[in-house]
């Protein structure tokens, strides 16, 4: 079994920057691909990136390409979302999970474990 917990979130004004960060218990964090996920009020959860095993390859959703940088550490059980140039649309429970899906999948029903999430607000 294995536990996610994230933190870094917190209230933001529209351009700001955030750094999420996800730590993972055990000592398998390494065989998983990992992904960022959000919920934002009224609307289902939501891809917002991903990364494979050895963190070479990565995904994002169109709508955070380019301000958003997905990156992991897997001597330090660490995964992390730089969040930059952010919006007010971009206001939502994140969410990190761990998938045994190979490569970089944005399904969240291919991923098996998950945090419990750290809001993320972001002022206009």
């Known amino acids: 079994q294995v536990q996610l917990v994230e933190s870094g979130g917190g209230l933001v004004q529209a351009g700001g920057s955030l750094r999420l960060s996800c730590a993972a218990s055990?000592?398998?964090?390494?065989?998983?691909?990992m992904g960022w996920f959000r919920k934002a009020p009224g609307k289902e959860r939501e891809f917002v990136a991903t990364i494979s095993r050895s963190g070479i390859s990565t995904l994002y959703a169109d709508s955070v390409k380019g301000r958003f940088t997905i990156s992991r550490d897997n001597v330090k059980n660490m995964a992390y979302l730089q969040m930059n140039s952010l919006k007010p649309e971009d206001t939502a429970v994140y969410y990190c999970?761990?998938?045994?899906?190979?490569?970089?999948?944005?399904?969240?029903?291919?991923?098996?474990?998950w945090g419990q999430g750290t809001q993320v607000t972001v002022s206009s």
């Open positions: 999970a761990l998938s045994r899906v190979l490569g970089t999948p944005s399904n969240e029903h291919e991923y098996d474990f």
């Open positions: 055990g000592r398998t964090f390494s065989t998983y691909t």
